[in-house]
C-alpha cells in the first residue's frame, strides 16, 4: 500500500463511511434497505459507494430480498433497516436465513449510546430479540471497531454452518468521526473431513444393499452439485433431495429420485425407511425431511447414518449416526468423488427401480376446474429454459411446483425451508436484480402474495421482469385443508376476498392478465415472457383443489 493511498484509507471520516469502506472490502456489491434516521451516516456512506442500494418497501422484504441473494450467490446478502418496527419486520428474514443455512448480514440502527436502558423512543435490546434467530448479535460501540466486527460477521455468516448476523449501530457510533483501515475479504475455510472419515463412510457404503443419499442445507456450489452427480452414478446411489432443495441434482439425473419433503412419493418415502445406509449430506433431518420425524427412528435410526453437516453440534441433535462426520458437505462430496469407485456396489437394478418409481410419481394427477395446477406447471417445465430460477414463498399452491416441476441446474430453486409466507416475490426481485440474463418466475399463493404485494413497485423501480404467478383459489388453502381434516365443514378464518391483481400489477407499470383456464395460461405466460416488463399473472382457480391429490369435498 502506497503511502498516499494508506493517507485516503486512514483520512478522518464519520462511522458510516467507514461502515461501508468496510463493507466494500468484503466485495458488497448490492445492499437491501428501508431508509431510517437511525442510520442517516450509513446511507450517505452509501451514496458515492458503487455499492448498488435497494430500497424496498417494507423490512420484511428487505431482509428476504438480502437472504435470497446471499442463497443464490453463496456470498452474505446485506440488509439495513432502521430500528424498533424496523427491526421487528426484518426479523422474518433473519428466521429464513437461519433454518435455511443461507450467510447473511442485518444491520440496524439503534438508539444513541447515552439513551440506552431508558426505552428511548424504538429501543430495542436486539442481543435479546435476536439471539434466538440469529448465529450471532453485536453492538458495535466503538468506531475504531468498525472493521473488527464487519470482518468477524462475515467469517462467521459463511463458516461451519451459514446463517444470519445481525449488527446493531448506535446513532452517535456512526455519526461520530475517526480513523479506522478496512479489513480484507472473510476467508473460508476449507471444510474437509479427514482420511479416516472418507474411509468409513466408502466402507459403510461400499457393503450397503439398499443405501440411499439425501442431500441438502447450506454452502453448496455448482462444481459440488456436478461432483454429487457424477459421485452418484460411480458408486451406483440414488440421491433424494431434502425440503425445498430440488436443484441440488439435475432433476433429469439418472440417480436422482424425487424430493424427500411435503406430499412425499409414498414409494420414496418407503425406499428411506428400508434404507440399510442412509447418507445425510448437509442436510438437518427436520420435520418437513422425514415425514414429521416419522421416517427415522428417535434416537437411534434403524437406518446405519452417515451424517455429514458443517457444525458438530446439529450431529446427534436428533438422531444419533453411526457415523458423524464434521465438515462442508460440498467439500466432502468432492472429495469422495476422488474415490467413488471404493464405495460401488451392484446396485445398479436398484438405483433403475428408484429412478422409475420417481418417473411414475411425475406423471400428472388430474385436478378440478378449467385451469389446473399441473398443466401450469407442465407449461413452464416445457418452455423455461434450463437456467430459469423459481421461486415460492409458502403455501398449498407449491405442492404442485414440488411435486411436478424439474429443476436442471444448480441454484434455479429459491424457497424457505423455513415456511415463510411471502417469501416468493422479494426472493425472484432480488435473484434478478443478481441474474439479469436468467429468467425468473415467481409462485404465490393469494394470501402468501398479499403479505408482500407491495414489493412489486421494488421490480417495478428497478426493471427487475420478474413473472408472478397468483395462485387465487380464494383462502389460505392450507390452512383450510388441516381445518377440514380437524374440524371438517366449519370453515373459520380462512376466506379471503381478493383485489384484481393483474389491475395493480398494471397501475405499477407492470404487465398484468387474468387467467381462467389452461389455453389461457399459456397465451398470458408468452405475452409475460414477450413484454420485458414486471409481470403478474392471475390464476383463478378451483378451491377443491387444495393440491395434487386433495380434494376440499371428499377431504
Request: aromatic share 8%; glycine share 10%; proline share 6%.
Amino acid at each position: 500500500m502506497s503511502a498516499e493511498t494508506s493517507a485516503e484509507t486512514t483520512a478522518p471520516r464519520h462511522g458510516g463511511q467507514i461502515l461501508v469502506d468496510a463493507l466494500t472490502a468484503q466485495g458488497v456489491t448490492r445492499v437491501f434497505c428501508i431508509p431510517g434516521e437511525s442510520y442517516l451516516a450509513a446511507l450517505d456512506g452509501l451514496y458515492e459507494s458503487g455499492i448498488d442500494t435497494v430500497v424496498a418497501r417494507q423490512e420484511g422484504g428487505a431482509a428476504m430480498m438480502a437472504e435470497a441473494h446471499g442463497k443464490l450467490t453463496g456470498h452474505p446478502g446485506v440488509a439495513f433497516v432502521t430500528r424498533g418496527p424496523g427491526a421487528t419486520n426484518a426479523s422474518a428474514g433473519v428466521h429464513v436465513a437461519m433454518q435455511d443455512s443461507t450467510p447473511m448480514i442485518l444491520f440496524i440502527g439503534q438508539v444513541a449510546s447515552d439513551q440506552r436502558d431508558r426505552e428511548a423512543f424504538q429501543e430495542v435490546d436486539y442481543r435479546a430479540m435476536f439471539g434466538p434467530l440469529a448465529k450471532w448479535v453485536g453492538e458495535i460501540d466503538r468506531l475504531d471497531r468498525i472493521p473488527e466486527y464487519v470482518s468477524h460477521a462475515f467469517h462467521l455468516a459463511q463458516n461451519g454452518r451459514p446463517g444470519p448476523v445481525v449488527l446493531s449501530l448506535p446513532e452517535d457510533m456512526l455519526s461520530s468521526v475517526g480513523d479506522a483501515v478496512a479489513a480484507a475479504a472473510a476467508t473460508r475455510v476449507s471444510g474437509k473431513a479427514s482420511d479416516d472419515d472418507l474411509a468409513a463412510t466408502v466402507a459403510l457404503l461400499a457393503g450397503a444393499k439398499r443405501p440411499m443419499v439425501v442431500v441438502g442445507g447450506g454452502g453448496w456450489s455448482a462444481a459440488a452439485a456436478k461432483a454429487l452427480g457424477d459421485f452418484a452414478a460411480a458408486a451406483a446411489l440414488p440421491v433424494g433431495a431434502s425440503f425445498r432443495c430440488q436443484d441440488y441434482l439435475d432433476n433429469r439425473h439418472p440417480n436422482y429420485v424425487g424430493d424427500v419433503g411435503i406430499g412425499i412419493n409414498p414409494a420414496l418415502a418407503k425406499r428411506v425407511t428400508e434404507a440399510d445406509v442412509l447418507l445425510v449430506l448437509g442436510a438437518r433431518m427436520g420435520e418437513m425431511t422425514t415425514s414429521g420425524y416419522s421416517l427415522l427412528d428417535i434416537p437411534a435410526p434403524s437406518q446405519k447414518l452417515i451424517h455429514v453437516y458443517p457444525d458438530a453440534r446439529e450431529i446427534g441433535r436428533v438422531y444419533r449416526p453411526e457415523l458423524g462426520v464434521v465438515a462442508r458437505p460440498a467439500a466432502f462430496v468432492q472429495q469422495l468423488l476422488a474415490i467413488a469407485h471404493a464405495a460401488r456396489g451392484a446396485r445398479a437394478s436398484d438405483v433403475a427401480a428408484a429412478r422409475a418409481a420417481y418417473e411414475a410419481w411425475q406423471e400428472p394427477e388430474e385436478t378440478p376446474g378449467p385451469l389446473k395446477m399441473e398443466q401450469v406447471i407442465g407449461h413452464l417445465n416445457a418452455v423455461l429454459p434450463d437456467d430459469a430460477i423459481v421461486t415460492n414463498g409458502a403455501g398449498n399452491y407449491a405442492s404442485w411446483l414440488h411435486r411436478y416441476y424439474r429443476y436442471r441446474n444448480w441454484r434455479t430453486q429459491l424457497a424457505p425451508t423455513s415456511g415463510s409466507m411471502g417469501y416468493g416475490l422479494p426472493a425472484a426481485v432480488a435473484a434478478k436484480l443478481a441474474r439479469p440474463e436468467q429468467e425468473v418466475v415467481c409462485l404465490a399463493g393469494d394470501g402468501c402474495y398479499q403479505m408482500v404485494m407491495q414489493e412489486f413497485g421494488t421490480a417495478a423501480q428497478y426493471g427487475a421482469s420478474v413473472i408472478v404467478l397468483v395462485c387465487d383459489n380464494g383462502m389460505y388453502g392450507t390452512i383450510r385443508m388441516h381445518q377440514q381434516k380437524h374440524y371438517p365443514k366449519r370453515p373459520s378464518g380462512t376466506t379471503l376476498v381478493n383485489p384484481d391483481f393483474a389491475m395493480i400489477a398494471r397501475a405499477y407499470g407492470g404487465f398484468g392478465a387474468t387467467v381462467t383456464d389452461n389455453a389461457g395460461f399459456e397465451q398470458a405466460f408468452a405475452e409475460a415472457r414477450r413484454s420485458g416488463l414486471p409481470a403478474l399473472l392471475h390464476l383463478k382457480l378451483d378451491p377443491a383443489a387444495l393440491s395434487p391429490k386433495l380434494r376440499l369435498e371428499t377431504l
